[in-house]
């Protein structure tokens, strides 16, 4: 199974709880980014690492990450 972690970007306030939640440690603040309420989002670096444990959208005081798993074809 491989997992998906999706953040919505225009939602994302930059809190850095994410990162602190992450095991893995492979949630950044994309600095490369902004959104439309001048914040720079949360992303996931390394896709493949990810787990699946979804500590960083239950520690998302907004909702903005969803984690889904999906079967490899």
Do not use: W
């Not at 440690?25 to 444990?53: F, M, S, W």
Request: glycine share 6%; aromatic share 4%.
């Amino acid at each position: 199974m491989m997992n998906i972690v999706r953040f919505r970007d225009e939602r994302c306030k930059s809190c850095g709880l994410c990162i602190k939640a992450c095991p893995k440690g492979i949630i950044e603040i994309n600095q490369e980014n902004l959104n439309d309420k001048g914040y720079r989002p949360a992303h996931i670096v390394d896709q493949d690492a990810c787990t699946g444990c979804a500590s960083c959208a239950l520690m998302c005081p907004d909702g903005v990450i969803s984690v889904y798993r999906e079967e490899e074809q």
